[in-house]
């Protein structure tokens, strides 16, 4: 009898290897690797008592990592059941928590700023508001985590008019560890915005050193880990914001959102001509309610006129003395204005819709650009001695 106890009663290290598996919800790397695994342990009859340290008192996903937990350990071969007893990290293990995730550096930096940054920072832009700016970042930022498999973020960099949480639909509130914030995730894409931290529907109402603070710890203090793309929804225009986050990230690209009617296209065209005066690469043109499909025909009805797109991407052209393409039209979908007041990406909801399609379809030509340092300047400086 004593043989077959030993036989089926779990190991530690069998345990230990299943809570490997299990991340941490808000940082996205294996609980064991944080210092969060406190105890295991095991009793003959393969009972197995574990200890979380949660990172703060009142963690909003405490069920979630209970639940996460005790899945992964009913999994091992030999276990009964499964008690998970949860702790709260000591200031010194959140402290300690933090320089980890920094890598060991206690100073704050802009991961996307610094020279061997892999991450893509796409700058998502309108010279006017009401172009369906922010629609066209949130629909982007799901295609790319979805159908591209990609690590992505979102900061909802329009302080003043901040919908994105909404429109990825999470009510999430960011969890603070020492001086780092974890930003909640939907639809697989980290977010942040200020209209977390604000009551209800309160307005904003902050001068530019504010702005440009608030965007500074977004990206700075916000654990965003290895991400592959992070999308900035500016606000329309060329202001504070714009000019912030070209001192803060220089190597971010500009991506200009605009209707076909001229008179949004002409201020589209002078929005993205920034990129000249911040030295910054425009990445192209989205046109946006670029017609309606007809209910009953399904011809195309250009409800705002034709050629916005257009236009602004060969005035940039000529502006900035590159290539500057046209990405996609986006048609009118009433699908889409639903799928944004519901929380649901119309990529994700109703994929084959003719928006679903054709924002699915600029969000390929996002994915398949090189992850790497292509196009960032290397500090180099020309020889005269050859």
Request: hydrophobic content about 40%; charged content about 20%.
């Amino acid at each position: 009898m004593a043989t077959e106890t030993q036989e089926t009663t779990p190991t530690e290290d069998a345990v230990r290897a299943a809570l490997a598996t299990v991340n941490d919800p808000e940082i996205h790397r294996p609980i064991t690797d944080l210092g969060m695994v406190k105890s295991i342990a095991i009793a003959p009859g393969g009972a197995v008592d574990v200890g979380v340290y949660l990172t703060v008192s009142g963690c909003p996903l405490r069920e979630t990592i209970t639940a996460n937990v005790t899945e992964a350990v009913q999994r091992v071969p030999g276990v009964t059941s499964v008690a998970v007893e949860l702790d709260v990290m000591s200031d010194e293990q959140r402290r300690e928590l933090a320089a980890s995730l920094r890598g060991g550096k206690a100073e704050r930096e802009i991961p996307f700023a610094q020279p061997g940054s892999l991450t893509r920072v796409y700058c998502v832009a309108s010279g006017k508001g009401g172009v369906g700016k922010s629609s066209v970042t949130v629909n982007l930022a799901a295609a790319l985590a979805a159908g591209g498999g990609l690590k992505v973020g979102v900061v909802d960099a329009d302080i003043y008019g901040h919908s994105v949480p909404r429109m990825l639909g999470t009510d999430g509130r960011p969890t603070q560890v020492e001086d780092m914030i974890m930003p909640p995730s939907a639809h697989g894409v980290k977010v942040i915005s200020i209209g977390m931290f604000t009551p209800g529907n309160a307005p904003v109402v902050w001068r530019g050193p504010m702005l440009h603070r608030a965007l500074q710890q977004f990206l700075a203090d916000v654990y965003w880990g290895d991400l592959d793309v992070l999308l900035l929804d500016l606000p329309p225009g060329t202001g504070d914001i714009a000019i912030s986050v070209a001192q803060l990230v220089p190597n971010a690209e500009i991506l200009v959102v605009t209707t076909p009617q001229q008179a949004a296209a002409e201020v589209a065209e002078r929005a993205g001509s920034i990129a000249v005066q911040t030295h910054q690469k425009i990445v192209g043109v989205i046109e946006n309610m670029s017609g309606m499909p007809c209910p009953h025909c399904d011809e195309m009805v250009d409800v705002f006129g034709t050629g916005g797109g257009k236009q602004v991407a060969e005035g940039l052209t000529r502006t900035t003395g590159t290539d500057v393409p046209v990405l996609g039209g986006i048609p009118i979908d009433i699908r889409l204005r639903e799928g944004g007041d519901e929380g649901k990406p119309v990529v994700l909801s109703d994929p084959d819709s003719p928006a679903g399609k054709a924002l699915r379809t600029v969000a390929d030509k996002l994915s398949s650009r090189q992850r790497g340092l292509s196009g960032m300047s290397l500090g180099l400086t020309p020889s005269n001695k050859f």
